[in-house]
């Protein structure tokens, strides 16, 4: 850069001259064009001189523009001048001078005038020569490519410079040698030179030309010059033939003469198709959204779509969603480069079905772009190619997902990843990866870690578009992680989530969503239409658990409308279970209607298969099931399979293979459940009598799983059920002769001195334990001993006895603003907190009083079962929030803190600025002890968080903690829910409670 400045500064002279010279011969084309031509004269100078004079030399010739310019331009120039030089990139410069072009081109369309004028000049003014003199010999050797080039048509420059960059890329991928120009005769440059070697290692030269037309067809006088010239040089065995890369048309007579003079004509998509073709793909992108559903006896999803809207992480609830189609438009166009799209949305939210209309629209979006072309009304670049990709199917190296995913999804047969990794690096595609959560259930740490790095390997380039979905259970807010530091599943991918992704949260549907979904539905469908889509409309407002959780998801809405004729009149209560049971055997019948016979099997076989097999699928942790594990199932669970002959065996397992809502992927001969939840469902019916029972062996399960066997358990597990299976328990291995059983039926222990702690008994056996996301991994876990534990956290009271039995252990007391209302003076607790729960105690503090009072911290396992029981339960009263039932911010605010900004909003304004340091916030351990847990524990939601005896790092630095706090919003009061922190660390919000097994 100093050479050039130093050249700038020694040639003032030089640039005086072309200065003279250039406005000379600028005014005399002004002169005789009128008045309405100027501007386009003027976009000529700026395409034939300036713009090719600054891509060669850089920022150094800024000065030399100025000179040439001033006097001549306008603000429009000017304008233009400083946005290009200001630009980012070559993409950002080349809309900037697309933006100019047309503005110009609006104020004249007399193009033949303004190629007069611009060639008048370029002959006139001796640019070259000047150039050569400001120059290094390598600038220069540019500029002057980059001036012939220019020369052809410069009203179509912009267009023309576009296409030569779109070709630049893709020869660049497939030819062994590329370099730029090559020359045709004086002052007339092809575009590049290309060379390919074959197997005996000869190697074939070509001259590439790219010819832009916009607007009507390339003619014998625009191309002959280019298309005479290339034989002379076969002759003269400079090169071996010519590629001519057309976007747009030309006439018939100048396709025959190009083909006569030895050029290879080629469209700039039929360049691409050549590589990797994606038109059959394209096609069934948009007739896997537009077509009907025959095998469903549905109507087409665009037929019924409703728009799906979502909130930024950052935007509180209470203000208004936007939708998605529209901000991921905005979002591909914007400027690279972007960070990758994460789509959040619960259950059922439509996920899915948006991915499809995403990738249908993009794909007839492409379509059109190339009827453009066939009409002469072609635009670069072309629309990017959606890729579809289920990570249900998602393992393995990049590569080879990749490799699948063309060959078996895409209909593109191709012997490698790289060319795909290559066109996705240009910015070719629209990469669609939905289902991160169906992915996640099935793998460990390790192969999320590597199947996570693959995605991210398809995000990094710069002009990558990737979008993945996935449920919210799996990551988590930076605002979130700060507040609370809880690590939760995965997380080192969480983190990366928050740092690389632009994530957006689906909301649930509004009633105004709801109504336009049954009124596109309804009539479409002859069995439902006869009701009218009123009917169906009235009865989902009617019943709250509809209106409010299950009809604002899409999936079950559909499953709503066409099953509540079934439940009409009924009396039965619609629920997830129900519905879910109603709807399957309502889809048994459509299929046996549709094949016009019955089944071989009857619909009891068919879902104990089910069930069985959705069992086994979470206790192998496999998605699926291979053909002939489902042929010994059928052998296995059905006794009169014995006597069945080859044939009618082969038959039963193709009827339940086809008819039981699960999919072929013929890629590994494997089926899978058509919908995640589907499993979820049936294996909850097959674990949840075994729970009951206690023969449930110990397996991974998923949050669908769980889901639903709350829903089944709960109708059992009442008070009675676990009064019982205490009473049963306690008959197997007796009361320990240090519990004290009273009159009326508690049960007491002693610490050192004798003072009472009532204690609650866990029976042995097996448990719901964990959540997707906020807790360990979802399985049943089994309880092998029965387990004694605190009915309540330890309070002031018992922990000064501790004190007083250990003059040398120091009393809880910081020295904080925040710690005054419960720091301990003279080793006595502040006043009127005798029963609240000990706070400003560490790890060791607990632990220390454990062993004083010969019991422990509790397991992690122990606690939970202790806090839910066996069923799953959200809370320690049942699945439904109450902010009257625990201690939380929801409570000393009087609303539900649901949302995260009215929480954090109540956290600085209300603690922190007025209660913080004056306002006792924890409350006495009987306060809340009506919505006790199942087995009688106390406070497992709410008030304190508890230390328990787990690490939950490898590093062994931070102890878990469980049970959630008196300042915390309520999902992170959910039983499942882990914390941490360090073990020294004194808290208001920790205490703990001691656990003793049988």
């Not at 050029?263 to 590589?275: E, F, H």
Request: net charge negative.
């Amino acid at each position: 850069m100093s050479e050039s400045i130093s050249r700038l500064r020694a040639s003032q002279q030089e640039i005086e001259k072309a200065k003279s010279e250039i406005q000379s011969a600028w005014k005399k084309c002004l002169n005789s064009l009128n008045a309405g031509t100027k501007g386009a004269v003027m976009g000529g100078f700026i395409t034939a001189i300036l713009a090719p004079f600054a891509t060669a030399a850089g920022a150094p010739l800024l000065p030399i523009l100025a000179v040439l310019t001033s006097g001549i331009g306008s603000n429009l120039l000017a304008d233009f001048i400083h946005d290009y030089w200001n630009a980012g990139n070559e993409a950002d410069r080349q809309n900037h001078l697309d933006k100019m072009m047309q503005t110009l081109q609006q104020e004249s369309d007399k193009s033949d005038q303004l190629l007069i004028a611009v060639q008048y000049i370029i002959e006139k003014v001796d640019a070259l020569g000047t150039a050569e003199k400001m120059l290094s010999s390598e600038q220069f050797t540019q500029f002057k490519k980059q001036l012939n080039r220019s020369c052809l048509v410069p009203v179509k420059a912009a267009h023309h410079r576009r296409l030569v960059k779109e070709v630049r890329d893709i020869l660049d991928l497939i030819m062994d040698k590329m370099e730029d120009g090559g020359q045709l005769a004086d002052h007339l440059q092809a575009d590049f030179v290309v060379a390919e070697t074959n197997t005996l290692g000869a190697e074939t030269k070509m001259f590439v030309k790219c010819i832009a037309v916009k607007g009507g067809e390339a003619t014998e006088a625009e191309m002959g010059k280019y298309i005479y010239r290339l034989q002379e040089k076969i002759n003269q065995k400079i090169v071996n033939g010519g590629l001519l890369i057309v976007d747009g048309t030309l006439t018939p007579a100048v396709h025959s003469l190009a083909q006569q003079n030895g050029w290879i004509i080629k469209s700039y998509d039929n360049l691409v198709d050549n590589q990797l073709n994606f038109s059959r793909y394209r096609k069934y992108l948009i007739k896997d959204f537009q077509q009907p559903r025959i095998e469903l006896n549905m109507p087409a999803l665009a037929d019924y779509y409703v728009p799906v809207e979502f909130r930024t992480p950052d935007q509180p609830e209470s203000s208004p969603p936007s939708d998605l189609f529209k901000f991921v438009e905005n979002w591909v166009a914007q400027p690279s480069p972007v960070q990758p799209l994460m789509v959040l949305g619960s259950y059922g939210t439509g996920k899915t079905t948006f991915s499809r209309m995403l990738a249908c629209e993009y794909a007839k979006r492409f379509e059109t772009a190339l009827e453009n072309v066939r009409n002469s009304e072609s635009t670069l670049p072309r629309p990017r190619i959606p890729i579809l990709i289920n990570l249900l199917d998602f393992a393995g190296e990049l590569d080879s997902v990749i490799r699948d995913n063309l060959e078996n999804k895409c209909q593109v047969k191709t012997n490698s990843a790289q060319l795909f990794r290559e066109m996705n690096r240009l910015g070719k595609f629209l990469i669609i990866l939905d289902g991160f959560d169906e992915m996640a259930v099935r793998g460990d740490k390790i192969s999320i870690e590597q199947a996570l790095a693959n995605i991210e390997t398809l995000a990094r380039p710069d002009e990558a578009r990737v979008i993945i979905s996935g449920r919210p259970e799996f990551f988590i807010e930076r605002k979130e992680f700060d507040i609370i530091q809880r690590p939760k599943l995965f997380d080192k991918l969480k983190q990366r989530f928050v740092d690389d992704y632009v994530p957006v949260d689906l909301t649930l549907w509004s009633n105004a969503q709801l109504k336009m979904f049954i009124q596109k539905l309804v009539p479409l469908v002859p069995e439902l239409a006869e009701y009218g889509w009123q009917y169906y409309y009235d009865w989902i407002i009617a019943i709250p658990e509809l209106e409010k959780d299950l009809a604002p998801r899409p999936v079950l809405l559909e499953m709503i409308v066409q099953t509540l004729p079934d439940f009409a009149g009924s009396g039965e209560e619609i629920n997830r279970c129900n519905l879910y049971n109603n709807f399957l055997h309502r889809e048994l019948r459509r299929q046996a209607k549709k094949r016009k016979a019955h089944l071989r099997m009857d619909d009891s076989t068919r879902f104990r298969l089910l069930q069985k097999l959705s069992q086994q699928m979470y206790a192998n942790e496999a998605g699926g099931i291979r053909r002939k594990d489902a042929e010994k199932l059928i052998k296995n669970e059905i006794p009169q399979s014995a006597q069945l002959s080859a044939s009618e065996l082969e038959h039963q397992t193709r009827d339940f293979l086809s008819c039981s809502f699960l999919r072929p992927d013929m890629k590994d001969f494997t089926f899978y459940f058509s919908h995640r939840s589907f499993r979820g469902y049936f294996a909850a019916c097959e674990l949840a009598p075994q729970l009951l029972d206690g023969t449930a062996k110990a397996q991974f399960i998923d949050q669908d799983c769980i889901n639903s066997l709350s829903e089944i358990l709960a109708e059992t597990c009442d008070a009675e059920f676990y009064r019982q299976m205490v009473e049963e328990g306690l008959q197997k291995e007796k009361v320990p002769d240090w519990i004290e059983r009273t009159k009326n039926g508690r049960f007491l222990s002693h610490l050192p001195g004798g003072f009472a702690v009532e204690m609650v008994y866990v029976p042995p056996g097996p448990f719901i334990y964990g959540a997707e996301g906020d807790g360990e991994k979802p399985q049943i876990a089994v309880q092998e001993k029965g387990l004694w534990i605190d009915k309540t956290p330890v309070t002031n009271t018992q922990y000064k006895h501790f004190l007083d039995a250990n003059p040398q252990h120091c009393e809880p007391n910081e020295n904080e603003k925040w710690a005054q209302p419960w720091n301990w003076r003279d080793r006595n607790y502040p006043e009127n907190l005798a029963e609240h729960p000990i706070v400003l105690v560490s790890w060791q503090d607990a632990q220390a009083f454990c062993l004083w009072a010969g019991k422990t911290l509790p397991l992690e396992n122990q606690w939970e079962k202790a806090a839910r029981g066996i069923d799953g339960r959200r809370y320690a009263w049942g699945n439904k929030w109450d902010r009257q039932k625990c201690n939380s911010a929801s409570l000393w605010e009087k609303k539900d803190l649901f949302d995260n900004d009215d929480w954090q909003r109540w956290l600085d304004n209300e603690y922190k600025k007025k209660l913080q340091g004056s306002a006792v916030l924890t409350t006495p351990v009987s306060q809340f002890a009506e919505y006790q847990g199942p087995f009688g524990c106390v406070d497992c939601s709410g008030n304190v968080w508890e230390w328990l005896e787990n690490w939950i790092d490898e590093d062994e630095k931070r102890r878990v903690l469980r049970g959630g706090a008196w300042y915390l919003c309520p999902q992170l009061l959910v039983c499942a829910v882990r914390s941490n922190n360090l073990p020294d660390n004194r808290g208001s919000y920790i205490g703990f409670r001691c656990t003793r097994t049988v």
